[in-house]
């Protein structure tokens, strides 16, 4: 069975493997406070144009979303999402479980709009009954989102102008943020430059594990380590996130395998659109949704392992393609035949 | 200036003031270990052919509703409710703020369904990955809703048994509960049957303050005096809240107050019918929404305080008329005639 | 029997329950936006030197310790507290449940001083690991204390001292406010120059119930009536708490009641020390500490009821007796007679 | 520099990395649903003598102890601790963050005994005043302890035997694991019998990261998965965990490395003996703690790296040298021989 579920079934590219294993005589204090953290952190900023960034690694994506909201809201404050964010429907409350409400708002093609965020900024502003609702204090967006799609440079500077006239911080979870760089026209320094904290997804793309959070906001970087430590988001054996920070970022390979990924997504989307399949929504981006026949569904099953979306209608289905850093150009020429073959 | 803006606008009703003014001589035990909260129980369960129900007395009704969830909730556990239901809405997240998420379902007429209740369960029954997800464990009704609606008996039932297959407490907010008990087919006893726990309401229908609450459901009895305390609901002198609901229940002065209430809303809901304004909403109790005019809406500000609702068009807008057991009956004269001069 | 068990186990100051049958006719606003919560915030203000003090009217002593502690503290910051305060002892762990840690100190006769809080703080600084443990944000300390004793003006000094020094929130729980003002040379005017925020108890001191909140640091005013709505601390009908504080305030009722109560404790006090019965702590304030023989406690617990503290050894026991505002002179006459004959 | 400050200093033991190296070009099920996990669990469970055990692989301590607790403690229940309990001193309030207390016991040689275990539980449930205090629910021992002592078979059956009594949880944390069972009567198969739930510590045994947790009592086991997911204890790529402890407990290698690091830290404790150096506490394990002169602790200071604990007084300070699995012997002569001349 070839895998094309998610983008992270594999362990790691072998370039971290090699960096490891390179290492592993070496000794390092712990809890982040080591070189390859700081080497890692003077990589990244040098894409960021941001020389105060403060640059944190942490293990995984549904951790750094709690830890970096409960680290920015009061109790009575609350986060604005997509209703389609992965916050709100796939961590199980844990943001809720750190006691503040998500405000979601409906999504449109995975996206939520500057004018949106406004107008639930305005109706708190102008309720007249501000001690009885919770306060929206931070916009939450997925770049690229949860149906693989991204936001560009204006719609982002729009939010980000919308965010400064309310006081609402803006985070970016960049869990695949790798795979949505090279499909729009933002770059990690309009990131920087737009959102008060953001991060570069390890995980899924390319890293055996970890995200990178960039704080711009001095606001967000008061003893942030601490909310880390006290939601069990610093690692004992921090140089290990730093060292596979460094050697992703380092040189480029971050975005080398990541665009690599999207470009046999791409290949994906254009041999359904040949066979007159249609895409459940426009990606530009690794993951690819499509709906199919029961029949054809059960066909492509038979040798390739994707994810189920959900029941369109008696006979179609939606379902994820997902390509990472670790596919195959081979499994990808398999695939094409295949759906051509449907 | 004539107060129909909601139902805790006086004090107390008298009966209540006279029981505070000749136990005021008298001493007893805090925190609701004393005669008063015994005899004001036992007046309750009269009514409720439920004879292992606990009864407890809280303050408010924010309050209520939070110690109960948190009380019967574990973490990941989500609490279902209506979109317009007071716990998502008006109560500045404090159940997110003890750490659950609400899930919420569109209302109809400030309702939910068995059928919809039953969906959701399903989904996270069918779900696959409900360690990704909250799973719902509570339904929370108002009983009437805050569109002044109330459920009949039949839809409780319905409710009740979706509850009983999916492993849901139902858990039914009584706030306005007198004005509700006689404007449906629904009881005392009926709420106690189907309901794992509810609260007859105190602070707007006639009591200084208080909230009696009502658990069925032998696994919500264990140690709930301990979430009482821990959650700042346990009045140290809190014999003045048996005294009140013992005043209120003994003799049925708490029936007999709301439905002089409900009489007095038939009277302005014709009213404003005769005139040819329409109703927002249609309902049987205390809170009457209706739709009118700028024009309209500002004549009647010159005389009465209501509560304004929302903007509907360019010249509508949606106002609530509110009665409670202090509504005199001059009151009701009053704004009846100056309806009709519209 | 007569009770000397605490200070809440009658209901009000007849000027309070005058006051509530006087106005039980108006109708007010909803959750102490009235005039009365403004006149008595006005009257409060009087005592206080401090023009710009914030002041909010809450319903209990454990709702109003954790409602301000939870709203001055971020999640990974704890509160200092003598192992003896009330929050650590006998609030079911509700600080906790707001997220946060209580750092004990050692009591010395109830209270801690400023070189224990010293140390803290600078344990803190110097550790070098403040990513792995709490920073110590708040003190709280009683007045008086859970023995009846009191701060002096200059301890209170040092400890407010060291808080600016540390940038610690200085926090004076009064739940027995009125019962300690007298017996030290401590005022309002000093709390409020002293401290960043404290109360004026209402439930111990006269009212019916409520805790009056003057905030003086302008960062723990922001939004504070938010986290009194989440925290279920915001009574519907606020101008019930207003009234109750403006009538104990207006005129000075609420010293002048809280005096004659101190006044008999001391009569108690030497009523025990001429029968040679030892205190078991010196208590210049309304609650008295003595230890007793076995027999001694159960003759006296014949006629009269008393607080059960602690076994000392095989025949001594430390029981406390509570004067309050509505002991009565006769009730100490007798008392005091039944000690002499032990 | 030689490191001998803590015992996760280095990344991983090489047949981990070996491991992780063979298995990188084969693709897995997410979130430990994997076969390598299923391997891993199996090789655990051949040591415990309790096939029902559920076994579940989180990545830190930290965050395995706050998850543990907030799964198995209500909002007011706290958990039991020795004062120099890692949850309490170096956690920054992770347990405190999930809502609860911990009540503290004074350490003797960093234990605590079933007899003070059972005095605080017997307060609570003689107290009379249940809701108003916290309900230990749950004891938490570290072994090997904080000062690297173990509790032997027979004391842990005592505080087995109190913790049912009472009905209190046994959690044991097992970060240094290992390090302890050779150094104790217990065995794997008695922690089964005697926790309702510990953990095999992998971080400081050998694995790059991670944490085997055993849970033995059913009503911990309930949707723990949630919980995992819910604090970000759930890796994205699970398996990773599942393969490093399958490595490491497949053949004994757990069990080897740690003993071989116990006995080099035996060789350094023997070096301070002969020394005259006293010990600071005696320790059968990695961690050994002695009180040196400053002059010493310079001398020391010079070639090597190790933990600073405390001034004991004037001229003298206890500081702690930690062996590891990745310990080499030229480290351990160079520091004999280092200490002989001191």
Same mark, same amino acid.
């Given at each position: 069975m070839i895998?094309?579920?998610?983008?992270?079934?594999?362990?790691?590219?072998?370039?971290?493997?090699?960096?490891?294993?390179?290492?592993?005589? &070496?000794?390092?204090?712990?809890?982040?406070? &080591?070189?390859?953290?700081?080497?890692?952190?003077?990589?990244i900023k040098k894409y960021l144009n941001c020389e105060n960034a403060a640059i944190h690694f942490l293990v995984g994506g549904t951790q750094t979303n709690f830890t970096v909201i409960t680290a920015a809201l009061r109790p009575y404050q609350s986060v604005i999402s997509a209703d389609s964010g992965h916050i709100h429907v796939h961590e199980t409350g844990a943001v809720e479980?750190?006691?503040?409400?998500?405000?979601?708002?409906?999504?449109?093609?995975?996206?939520?709009?500057?004018?949106?965020?406004?107008?639930?900024a305005k109706r708190y502003a102008d309720s007249g009954i501000q001690e009885h609702i919770t306060q929206p204090k931070m916009v939450y967006l997925s770049f690229p989102t949860e149906y693989g799609?991204?936001?560009?440079?204006?719609? =982002?500077? &729009?939010?980000?102008?919308?965010?400064?006239?309310?006081?609402?911080?803006?985070?970016?979870?960049?869990?695949?943020?790798?795979?949505?760089?090279?499909?729009? &026209?933002?770059? =990690?320094?309009d990131l920087a430059r737009l959102a008060d904290v953001?991060?570069?997804?390890?995980?899924?793309?390319?890293? !055996?594990?970890?995200?990178?959070?960039v704080i711009t906001n001095p606001a967000l970087k008061v003893d942030f380590r601490s909310y880390m430590k006290q939601n069990g988001a610093m690692l004992a054996k921090g140089w290990l996130l730093g060292l596979q920070f460094y050697t992703l970022f380092n040189g480029g390979l971050y975005f080398d395998i990541t665009k690599k990924a999207v470009?046999?997504? !791409?290949?994906?989307?254009?041999?359904?659109?040949?066979?007159?399949?249609?895409?459940?929504?426009?990606?530009?981006t690794n993951q690819q949704f499509v709906v199919v026949t029961e029949k054809q569904m059960n066909q492509l099953a038979q040798k390739y392992i994707f994810e189920y979306e959900e029941k369109i209608d008696a006979d179609h289905h939606c379902i994820r393609f997902c390509t990472s850093w670790s596919t195959k150009p081979e499994e990808i020429d398999a695939l094409i035949d295949d759906i051509a073959k449907l």
């Open positions: 895998r094309f579920n998610n983008d992270y079934n594999h362990g790691a590219h072998p370039a971290i493997l090699e960096a490891l294993a390179s290492t592993n005589n &070496d000794s390092y204090s712990g809890y982040g406070l &080591d070189p390859w953290c700081e080497k890692a952190a003077a990589e479980n750190c006691g503040h409400k998500i405000q979601t708002l409906p999504a449109v093609n995975g996206k939520i709009s500057a004018a949106q965020i406004a107008a639930i799609t991204v936001y560009s440079k204006k719609e =982002l500077e &729009d939010i980000h102008t919308v965010c400064k006239k309310y006081g609402l911080y803006l985070f970016i979870d960049g869990a695949r943020l790798g795979y949505g760089l090279g499909a729009s &026209d933002v770059t =990690l320094a953001f991060y570069c997804g390890g995980t899924k793309c390319g890293a !055996m594990f970890g995200e990178a959070v470009a046999y997504a !791409m290949k994906i989307k254009e041999a359904f659109a040949q066979k007159g399949i249609p895409a459940y929504i426009e990606s530009p």
